[in-house]
């Protein structure tokens, strides 16, 4: 099998009325975290299949033209989930919240308009440079296994994170192959990383706000875990920046091995 499979699912999910805002270890911050990269990711991920299918024919090298073919198809997979899931959350009621995922959807409409392959390219690696590290933290957390996650999110997060491990080469290598230049991919990882941490910061502000009117006081945020959600992005963010930064170094678990021989075993399809 190809290291970076294309597997489609079928994910349960959940109902408007048994839809429980606080899934993830029964914790609203860690929650809401969640929630905001899952409304995020369902408008970035169809803005990086675009933006690498519009530099496709520029890739001389045959293999790099099928893992960015994969990797694409391996995103497609994630957004149309996580669409489906986020309609979930959407139709929960949160004042504020459609609006600002508009936004967040005008932006990637004006970087696709008005941007260059270079800055597009350059954005989907300084995304991929911190999700990386980010789905490596998850999985090893074992967040998404914690007999408090609701086991429907637990699943659709444990299958996209383990996919971005698989394909965490991807875009750098093709940003190497097209652009290289280390000041301006370390430039590109501040701003994609700024855009989505200020996304999300911003949803769970709205989403707490509403749900601790109608929910009670445990979808509050405390002082100190927002102090932690402000600080634990800065060492992957650091690292990502740093000069000779490359994700073919990261040391997979060989855990990660056995998460994806699962899912590959219960996929519909594994091309
Ligand atoms: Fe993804
Ligand atoms: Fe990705």
């Given amino acids: 099998m190809h290291a970076i499979p294309v597997r489609r699912l079928t994910f349960d999910i959940p109902t408007a009325d048994d839809f429980d805002p606080v899934y993830m270890v029964r914790?609203?911050?860690?929650?809401?975290?969640?929630?905001?990269l899952?409304?995020?990711?369902?408008?970035?991920?169809?803005?990086?299949?675009?933006?690498m299918r519009r530099v496709m024919d520029q890739i001389t090298d045959a293999d790099l033209r099928e893992e960015v073919d994969r990797f694409c198809r391996q995103e497609a997979q994630h957004y149309q989930q996580h669409e489906r899931f986020n309609a979930v959350v959407i139709a929960h009621g949160y004042p504020g919240l459609?609006?600002?995922?508009?936004?967040?959807?005008?932006?990637?409409?004006?970087?696709?308009?008005e941007r260059s392959d270079k800055f597009r390219i350059g954005f989907v690696e300084g995304f991929e440079s911190y999700t990386t590290q980010a789905a490596l933290e998850i999985l090893g957390s074992r967040v998404c296994d914690h007999p408090r996650t609701d086991p429907r999110f637990g699943h659709l997060f444990r299958w996209h994170m383990l996919e971005?491990?698989?394909?965490?080469?991807?875009a750098f290598d093709i940003y190497e192959h097209l652009?290289?230049?280390?000041?301006?991919?370390?430039?590109?990882?501040?701003?994609?990383?700024?855009?989505?941490?200020?996304?999300?910061?911003?949803?769970?502000?709205?989403?707490?706000?509403?749900?601790?009117?109608?929910?009670?006081?445990?979808?509050?945020?405390?002082?100190?875990?927002?102090?932690?959600?402000?600080?634990?992005?800065?060492?992957?963010?650091?690292?990502?920046?740093?000069?000779?930064?490359?994700?073919?170094?990261?040391?997979?678990?060989?855990?990660?091995?056995?998460?994806?021989?699962?899912?590959?075993?219960?996929?519909?399809?594994?091309?």
């Fill in 164 to 170: 971005e491990i698989e394909h965490r080469n991807v």
């Fill in 98 to 113: 459609q609006a600002r995922v508009d936004v967040l959807a005008a932006d990637f409409q004006r970087f696709l308009d």
């Fill in 38 to 51: 899952g409304l995020y990711v369902a408008v970035l991920e169809p803005f990086i299949v675009k933006s």
């Fill in 179 to 271: 652009y290289g230049g280390y000041l301006y991919r370390a430039r590109m990882c501040w701003v994609a990383q700024s855009h989505i941490l200020r996304f999300i910061r911003d949803c769970t502000k709205i989403m707490s706000a509403a749900d601790v009117r109608r929910h009670g006081e445990h979808c509050r945020i405390r002082p100190v875990e927002r102090v932690l959600l402000a600080v634990a992005p800065l060492p992957k963010r650091i690292r990502s920046m740093l000069p000779g930064y490359t994700p073919h170094r990261y040391e997979v678990p060989e855990s990660i091995a056995e998460v994806a021989g699962r899912y590959s075993a219960m996929a519909d399809s594994v091309v």
């Fill in 27 to 36: 914790n609203a911050a860690v929650s809401y975290n969640f929630t905001g």
